[in-house]
């Protein structure tokens, strides 16, 4: 039993670590939105615009990623100190899907604006480039650098 405990935190340590560390990468490196810039050859406007709309959807998301990680901690307590599946388990893997699939719909929203200030012609192009993040939401932490 207190092997399982250890195990327990440990797995809710490192998940907390990831996290952490995913949040401070992608505040790196989404600072800059150079690459759609180049990308998309942007003018002086619409790359300005983008970086705004990108600054403000960061504070958003790194709310999301925050929420997320808190149930995921809470489910993997109840996990942990759990013996089978109970209602309230089951409660707590609603809400990390809850979440997750909000975080998704916030996401794809931001791509929509983002998508809406490039030239017309490329609109497409962008949204067939980040559709994969929004297909598969276990490829979320990797979406930070879109």
Not at 57 to 62: N, P, R, S, V
Not at 72 to 101: F, H, K
Request: with cysteine; hydrophobic share 40%; aromatic share 6%.
């Amino acid at each position: 039993m207190r092997r399982g405990l250890i195990v327990c935190a440990a797995a809710i340590a490192v998940g907390l670590l990831v996290t952490t560390a995913v949040y401070f990468w992608k505040a790196e490196r989404s600072s800059s939105t150079s690459w759609l810039r180049s990308e998309f050859a942007l003018d002086d406007q619409q790359a300005r615009s983008v970086e705004r709309i990108h600054q403000e959807y960061q504070a958003e998301c790194a709310l999301m990623c925050a929420r997320i990680a808190e149930t995921d901690e809470q489910l993997a307590r109840l996990i942990c100190d759990g013996q089978q599946v109970t209602p309230e388990i089951q409660n707590a893997i609603i809400e990390t899907d809850r979440l997750r699939s909000e975080c998704r719909v916030k996401m794809l929203e931001h791509f929509y604006r983002i998508a809406a200030e490039l030239p017309e012609k490329r609109r497409t192009e962008y949204l067939r480039l980040v559709l994969p993040v929004v297909l598969r939401p276990g490829a979320m932490a990797q979406s930070h650098t879109q």
